[in-house]
Nanobody, 122 residues
Framework: QVQLVESGGGLVQAGGSLRLSCAASGRTFTSYAMGWLRQAPGKEREFVAAIRWSGSNTDYADSVKGRFTISRDNAKNTVYLQMYSLKPEDTAVYYC???????????????WGQGTQVTVSS
């Protein structure tokens, strides 16, 4: 089992920044790729970003490339999502997820956090 706890969400104006954190516990953190996915009201959960266990490879949705950065600190069992130039369309519940392999489909991720709300006002 892997337990994930997100933090750092909140309300921000368009153009602002936020950093989300996800603390992991349980099975060996470095065995897993980590991802951030989000779900806006009335929409399906979607892939945002992911990072492999070594931190050397990252992947992003086209909608956030150049604005969001995913990173991980294996010594702290924590993964981060730094978000810049936020837009109202980034408003969603952001979930941290863990899996052996990175998938774009949310249905393939094995472990999930409870989610943290990010609201971007215009």
């Amino acid at each position: 089992q892997v337990q994930l706890v997100e933090s750092g969400g909140g309300l921000v104006q368009a153009g602002g920044s936020l950093r989300l954190s996800c603390a992991a516990s349980g099975r060996t953190f470095t065995s897993y790729a980590m991802g951030w996915l989000r779900q806006a009201p009335g929409k399906e959960r979607e892939f945002v970003a992911a990072i492999r266990w070594s931190g050397s490879n990252t992947d992003y949705a086209d909608s956030v490339k150049g604005r969001f950065t995913i990173s991980r600190d294996n010594a702290k069992n924590t993964v981060y999502l730094q978000m810049y130039s936020l837009k109202p369309e980034d408003t969603a519940v952001y979930y941290c997820a863990a899996n052996k392999v990175i998938y774009y489909s949310y249905q393939r991720w094995q472990y999930w956090g409870q989610g943290t709300q990010v609201t971007v006002s215009s």
